[in-house]
């Protein structure tokens, strides 16, 4: 009996089987990329719409950091006002997640 190998697949794109596993630039992570996604410099959405969120807005963030914001919206076919209203939803889920934390009825 064998036990298969789980098929790599691209955490970007979701679709292409992965090549590899690279670290994401500048984010303490790893995923796995097909050439494709490789070659745009494109990087998973969740991790591109936290890590901008967690920076306060891609009007904080280093340039090569909106390169790849550029350059993974580009790829995934995905709008600037689209991954501007899904940084402002992170980041009012986590005020939101503070607030309940300080909730005296808890704990
Ligand atoms: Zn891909």
């Known amino acids: 009996m064998t036990t298969p190998?789980?098929?790599l697949?691209?955490?970007v794109c979701d679709k292409n089987p992965g090549v590899?596993?690279?670290a994401v630039p500048g984010v303490p992570i790893s995923v796995a990329y097909c050439r494709e996604c490789?070659?745009?410099n494109a990087?998973?959405?969740w991790i591109v719409v936290t890590n901008t969120a967690m920076i306060g807005g891609l009007?904080?963030?280093a340039e090569w950091w909106v390169d790849i914001v550029t350059s993974t919206l580009a790829h995934l076919d995905i709008t600037r006002e689209q991954?501007?209203?899904d940084v402002a939803l992170q980041a009012q889920e986590w005020a939101e997640e503070e607030a309940?934390?300080?909730d005296p009825d808890r704990g």
């Open 5 to 7: 190998i789980p098929e």
């Open 9 to 11: 697949v691209c955490e």
């Open 20 to 22: 590899g596993v690279a």
């Open 38 to 40: 490789l070659e745009a």
């Open 43 to 45: 990087h998973p959405y």
């Open 59 to 61: 009007d904080h963030t």
């Open 83 to 85: 991954f501007d209203a």
């Open 100 to 102: 309940k934390g300080a």
